[in-house]
């Protein structure tokens, strides 16, 4: 007896969505479209346009610079380990936040770069 009851109520709602959906449609207009003469374009001279002069965006602020943050390690550290390991053929080429940070490597015998977690070089 249950099924029969919510299937009516399912039912009886789809129908009153359906109506709502026929009047929405009466109401609202399709394919309206606007006269030309409703557009308004603004005309911007080009050495207003932020995109084209890029002296219009500068702040005048200076980002900080890289060597005053040293990491949250010392980088003293991270490269005796490199040392024991690769025997200071293999130098960190960027700063040495965390275990988990992927950062550039030089090695001096082939020469090479190569982005590598502390991880799996320790």
């Known amino acids: ?6 299937r009516k109520n399912k ?24 006269p030309v003469a409703e557009l308004k374009l603004i005309e911007i001279p080009d050495d207003e346009k932020p995109w084209l002069n890029p002296v219009i965006i500068d702040s005048g602020l200076e980002p900080p610079s890289p060597a005053l943050y040293l990491g ?31 950062l550039l ?10 982005y590598a977690k502390p991880l799996w070089l320790g």
Do not use: D, W
Request: charge should be positive; aromatic fraction near 8%.
């Open 1 to 6: 007896m249950a099924n029969k009851r919510q």
């Open 72 to 102: 949250k390690y010392e980088a003293e550290q991270y490269q005796k380990v490199l040392n024991q390991v690769y025997t200071g053929t293999v130098k960190p080429m960027e700063r040495f936040i965390n275990p988990h940070s992927i």
């Open 105 to 114: 490597h030089h090695c001096s015998e082939c020469h090479k770069e190569f």
């Open 11 to 34: 039912m009886k709602k789809l129908a009153q969505m359906e109506q709502q959906q026929l009047k929405l449609l009466e109401i609202t207009p399709v394919n309206k479209v606007l």
